[in-house]
């Protein structure tokens, strides 16, 4: 029988947790996550790194790659040394792998007022009620997933356990006017005159409503392929077929991508950072590029840092699509547009942040949105709707809210795409007017910036730092040791 990956582990902290041996399931390595970039889970691997400080703190942590095949043994080894096993899955319910041998505990991120409570194109994994009346314990990230999973009639006890911060955004000092740097990477600049081969390439790129045509057929064939499938593989079915249309899309039209504009990204003025997947709806960067290009086309001090959150795979296929949209707007500006997707490291994101002057968001839907919470810890302001998982931490005092409003959509792992739940449409008005008021008070009003700064660093430090989340997954885990496995 093979061995479980074992890449991570530290003697305990605390003499009363020896004994213990969590089993993390998750996206494992740096190479593993990058090349997941942009999927549905890809977030995950992150949040299990912040997390495994503290959790090397509750006993051994030992992460299990493949738990379809490996969890289980896993298991049987940690208790052949005399050790107490508890299974901890950083992935969404629907990929997650239930063991009867020891307690599960699941971390979803969830974006959503209400949770999948039926087997979804005739899939079981699909019915997030039925996972989670399986687990022993979830874990989420705020109190807004916490209310979806209560009002859903979940029976395993929900916690609530923000993702803690790196101390490196906290101790990164306050952004003070004059203040410019630079990041090695490749970035795409503009405004700049497109050559006429991308002119003709952009105009013959399909736009995004012209492949949900083909959304009905796309949805059968996959659930005809799932059912050849053994069903851990469900999961990546969506994602190769994601993968597959927008590097076939490059490949049959023979776009050209242009090439960087320069190898370095320099970083002055009033800089506004987003991260977007350019192929994941809910981020809604359409609206928020044509707001900033419009709300501030005759600055010239004012940057947006486009970072696309892609693999390497589909850096192509990204910036293309951004730069339809772009090129579609059709505006005059003297505003800065930087398209960077290149990886960037933790030092470098924390550089980012450094020469960032706020972060904007213009999403239909969140589940945490760590890097808002990076950049409030970072003493950065943020442009953004105040729902879903932000409405647990924003608010005027640190942010320049967006209005916003319900509207119908579907989960995202539904294969139909019915319209079960909801998500926000953004005010664009709204949007258009809280960049034009953050420039204003990033170029006029010092005091307030700097006061809007300090109460986002003390907002997340009182909700997001170490310090602070270590009682609660102490707490959340503490009783789960011994606990029956709910699927007996």
């Not at 709806?281 to 010239?300: G, M, P």
Request: net charge neutral; aromatic share 8%.
């Amino acid at each position: 029988m093979p061995m479980p990956d074992a890449r991570s582990s530290s003697p305990p902290a605390d003499p009363r947790t020896a004994g213990r041996t969590l089993l993390v399931s998750g996206v494992f390595g740096t190479a593993d996550a990058v090349d997941q970039l942009g999927s549905e889970a890809y977030s995950y691997h992150f949040v299990y790194r912040a997390f495994a400080p503290l959790l090397r703190r509750l006993g051994d942590v030992v992460e299990v790659d493949r738990p379809e095949s490996r969890l289980d043994y896993a298991i049987r080894r940690a208790r052949s040394d005399n050790c107490t096993p508890v299974h901890l899955s950083f992935r969404p319910l629907q990929s997650m792998y239930l063991s009867s041998l020891a307690p599960n505990v699941a971390f979803p991120f969830w974006e959503f007022p209400d949770i999948p409570d039926q087997d979804l194109d005739g899939n079981p994994r699909n019915n997030w009620l039925r996972i989670a009346n399986h687990a022993d314990r979830i874990l989420c990230a705020s109190e807004y997933t916490r209310s979806a999973f209560s009002r859903a009639g979940v029976r395993a006890p929900v916690h609530v356990v923000p993702v803690p911060v790196r101390g490196e955004y906290y101790a990164l000092p306050a952004r003070a006017a004059g203040d410019e740097g630079y990041l090695d990477c490749a970035v795409h600049l503009f405004p700049r005159e497109p050559r006429e081969s991308e002119r003709l390439a952009l105009r013959s790129l399909p736009t995004l409503p012209a492949w949900n045509v083909l959304a009905p057929m796309h949805a059968a064939a996959q659930r005809a392929l799932r059912a050849t499938l053994p069903a851990w593989l469900d999961r990546r079915v969506g994602l190769l077929g994601v993968t597959a249309r927008a590097r076939l899309r490059a490949l049959q039209l023979e776009i050209r991508t242009p090439s960087p504009s320069s190898s370095t990204l320099g970083l002055s003025g009033v800089v506004y950072t987003s991260l977007v997947n350019p192929f994941d709806r809910r981020k809604n960067w359409e609206d928020l590029l044509s707001a900033f290009l419009i709300a501030l086309r005759e600055q010239d001090d004012a940057t947006l840092v486009l970072k696309l959150v892609l693999p390497a795979g589909l850096h192509a296929a990204g910036l293309q699509h951004v730069l339809q949209s772009y090129y579609r707007f059709n505006l005059a500006h003297r505003c800065k547009l930087a398209v960077v997707t290149d990886y960037l490291s933790d030092h470098q994101m924390i550089d980012l942040a450094r020469w960032s002057t706020y972060y904007v968001t213009a999403a239909r839907a969140e589940g945490a949105c760590l890097p808002v919470q990076d950049f409030l810890a970072a003493g950065r302001p943020v442009i953004s709707p105040c729902h879903s998982a932000l409405s647990d931490y924003l608010d005027p005092d640190v942010a320049f809210i967006v209005d916003s409003h319900p509207e119908p959509t579907s989960w995202p792992h539904d294969p139909t795409q019915q319209l079960r739940t909801t998500w926000h449409r953004l005010v664009w008005q709204a949007l258009h007017d809280r960049i034009q008021e953050s420039y204003r008070v990033a170029k006029q009003d010092g005091a307030r910036y700097e006061r809007m700064a300090q109460l986002g660093r003390d907002r997340m430090n009182n909700f997001a730092s170490a310090d602070r989340v270590w009682p609660r997954l102490r707490a959340a885990l503490d009783d789960v040791t011994h606990a029956t496995p709910a699927l007996r």
